[in-house]
T-cell receptor
Framework: DAKTTQPPSMDCAEGRAANLPCNHS???????VYWYRQIHSQGPQYIIH???NNETNEMASLIITEDRKSSTLILPHATLRDTAVYYC????????????FGKGTSLLVTP | DGGITQSPKYLFRKEGQNVTLSCEQN?????MYWYRQDPGQGLRLIYY???????QKGDIAEGYSVSREKKESFPLTVTSAQKNPTAFYLC???????????FGPGTRLTVL
């Protein structure tokens, strides 16, 4: 799996958009970008994934650059409950393999 | 969670004792995984199983053992050979080649 780089921490005001960046410059053509988050003392939760097109679901949007070397997870209206560690993971889809979690980005949403 | 059960949520054991952590599912997923998380760190893979009666070592399998006798259950035993067993243990499910994994609530093991 390609290596990812994320900032260790970020702050965001409640109600504003939270934009979490991820660099994955060595991504290969068949690797997807996945985002998970982990609220304190809970198991990680799947958020979204994509290959090259931008994706949106009820939780977030994923913007992948044209060269696929970086991506941004967008939480459009952050709430206090979005405070968590966010993990960007790159891997081949349908491989059945385990996820390679790094340290992620600790997002703090403030009132 | 929701169909993935890990029990208990907190577990205390004396040093030198083996302990078995439970992971049960009723979602009919083929693949099951065990991860370990230490404070301030990401998750590290211990063992995984993609089918009944088969399992593979992950990155940190030493001192741990597993079994997969039925699809619904994937228990993890932390043996006395594990040098630093105190950690947060997470079980996850995937459907063989699924794009996403679903995690249980975790068991926090403390060895005294």
């Amino acid at each position: 799996d390609a290596k990812t780089t994320q900032p260790p921490s970020m702050d965001c005001a409640e109600g504003r958009a939270a934009n979490l960046p991820c660099n994955h410059s060595t991504i290969s053509g068949n690797e997807y970008v996945y985002w998970y988050r982990q609220i304190h003392s809970q198991g990680p939760q799947y958020i979204i994934h994509g290959l090259k097109n931008n994706e949106t679901n009820e939780m977030a949007s994923l913007i992948i650059t044209e060269d696929r070397k970086s991506s941004t997870l967008i939480l459009p209206h952050a709430t206090l409950r979005d405070t968590a560690v966010y993990y960007c993971i790159v891997r081949v889809a349908n491989s059945g393999y385990a996820l390679n979690f790094g340290k992620g980005t600790s997002l703090l949403v403030t009132p | 969670d929701g169909g993935i059960t890990q029990s208990p949520k907190y577990l205390f054991r004396k040093e030198g004792q083996n302990v078995t952590l439970s992971c049960e599912q009723n979602l009919n997923h083929d693949a099951m995984y065990w991860y370990r998380q230490d404070p301030g760190q990401g998750l590290r893979l211990i063992y995984y199983s993609q089918i009944v009666n088969d399992f593979q070592k992950g990155d940190i399998a030493e001192g741990y053992s597993v079994s997969r006798e039925k699809k619904e259950s994937f228990p993890l035993t932390v043996t006395s050979a594990q040098k630093n067993p105190t950690a947060f243990y997470l079980c996850a499910l995937g459907s063989g080649g699924a794009d996403t994994q679903y995690f249980g609530p975790g068991t926090r093991l403390t060895v005294l």
